[in-house]
């Protein structure tokens, strides 16, 4: 069952711009992080507080029909906003390419955290990178669908 509620956009231009490319084309243009290559899915959530709908492109990460959200923030000290929304409200949407479901977010701890960080790195170096600039543990959150 897809979320409902009022969507409301992200204070990011590039955000807003590339989400809205991308379901205008049901996932067939946008799909790549903002000048490469590299793929994104992009998920919906329900505000921890508000209650609206958010909508962020996450890299793609994928296992098994299994999805991996990454709060990485770009290395940054906090979490990214979504964070608490996952945490709040853990079923959220995900669309990749034409397909979207639902999923439940788990936050993910001990081995198989290390496993899912393991596949994340292999998947896109970059979080490597981030990791080492923050002195906290990125939090991931594995979606399984509904």
């Known amino acids: 069952m897809a979320l409902e509620g009022t969507y409301v956009p992200s204070n990011a231009q590039w955000v807003r711009d590339q989400v809205a490319e991308y379901e ?4 067939t243009r946008a799909t790549t ?3 490469t290559d590299d793929k994104v899915v992009v998920i919906t959530s329900r505000g921890a507080k508000s209650g609206n709908l958010r909508k962020n492109p996450v890299m793609r990460v994928e296992r098994d029909g299994k999805y991996l959200a990454v709060a990485s923030y770009g290395g940054g000290p906090k979490n990214p906003s979504w964070y608490a929304n ?3 409200h ?3 949407d995900l669309q990749d390419g034409p397909e979207k479901h639902t999923y439940r977010a788990r936050l993910l701890s001990g081995e198989e955290r290390a496993d899912w960080w393991e596949h994340a790195v292999a998947t896109w170096a970059t979080y490597g990178d981030y990791q080492q600039k923050t002195e906290r543990e990125i939090p991931l959150f594995l979606l399984e669908r509904v």
């Open 90 to 92: 853990p079923e959220v």
């Open 24 to 27: 205008a084309s049901n996932g």
């Open 33 to 35: 992080l903002p000048g």
């Open 86 to 88: 996952f945490v709040a």
